[in-house]
């Protein structure tokens, strides 16, 4: 939560994550978008809008029989979740139309033959260009956290390289090789850099320009809006095999206009 309460007017009068997701890639098997920050990849406890609900209907659903509507809590939707990005964080996210193509694309997450770009913007300096963090995770469902647990944690490596430091933080890509949850963020928190903005593993809950501009003068209402306040983390890239025709496809997703404009912003006084 911001320390300040403002209203935001929105074009329309419609939160940026009730709008229809942006789509990168899309074909009678596979449909790939870019998820909007605070937008849920499936159904979840909560109201938060789930991307499941906005989107278009496979390419001829409305002529073939392939496209049959599956059960997905308690929503119906002609797409099958195929992996999940956290709620607060971005970038691409995949589905699937057929029950044999959402088989397909699971077992290459499983076999870790995805790969997978980030963008995490972190807390700290990160000395070192570039390195690995070969740390097993363990769920932990009563906090909600992962945590390192080398007796009963699962094999997790998540490979990082600096892209830019800015002030008080650092703009990291990060290539996860396995796929436990929370793992980018419980990684880089066990390496003593959380993700800037993620208070569950140690990272705050915004990040504000007065905390860097020497000359910051609040406006007339003495409110002061976050530069961002949501997880710092995008994916950024993923590259995957087509279940059908067996190509390669690579689908990237921009990186996002606030998490862009912080580093930018950030970038000034580093």
Request: with cysteine.
């Amino acid at each position: 939560m911001s320390r300040f309460a403002h209203k935001r007017i929105y074009p329309g009068g419609h939160h940026p994550a009730t709008l229809p997701p942006k789509i990168l890639y899309v074909d009678h098997d596979v449909l790939a978008i870019d998820k909007r920050p605070r937008m849920l990849s499936a159904p979840g406890r909560g109201d938060a809008p789930c991307a499941l609900d906005l989107l278009p209907p496979p390419p001829g659903a409305e002529d073939t029989s392939a496209a049959k509507v599956s059960d997905v809590g308690p929503r119906k939707s002609p797409w099958r979740v195929v992996h999940r990005l956290d709620r607060d964080a971005s970038g691409v996210q995949l589905y699937a139309a057929t029950l044999d193509a959402q088989r397909h694309l699971a077992a290459q997450f499983l076999d870790h033959r995805v790969q997978k770009v980030y963008y995490a913007l972190v807390c700290g300096y990160v000395a070192s260009p570039d390195g690995q963090i070969d740390l097993p995770l363990q769920f932990d469902r009563r906090s909600q956290r992962a945590i390192v647990s080398p007796r009963r944690g699962k094999p997790a490596l998540t490979y990082f390289r600096v892209v830019e430091r800015v002030a008080g933080h650092t703009l990291l890509e990060c290539r996860p090789v396995t796929g436990r949850r929370h793992q980018i963020r419980a990684h880089l928190a066990a390496i003593g850099h959380p993700l800037s903005v993620d208070p569950l593993y140690g990272g705050g809950h915004e990040i504000l320009l007065s905390q860097y501009k020497p000359d910051y003068k609040p406006n007339r209402s003495g409110q002061e809006r976050p530069l961002i306040s949501r997880l710092t983390l995008h994916a950024a890239r993923i590259t995957f095999e087509h279940p059908r025709s067996g190509q390669q496809i690579t689908v990237e997703a921009p990186m996002p206009r606030d998490l862009r404009a912080t580093v930018r912003q950030l970038a000034r006084f580093a």
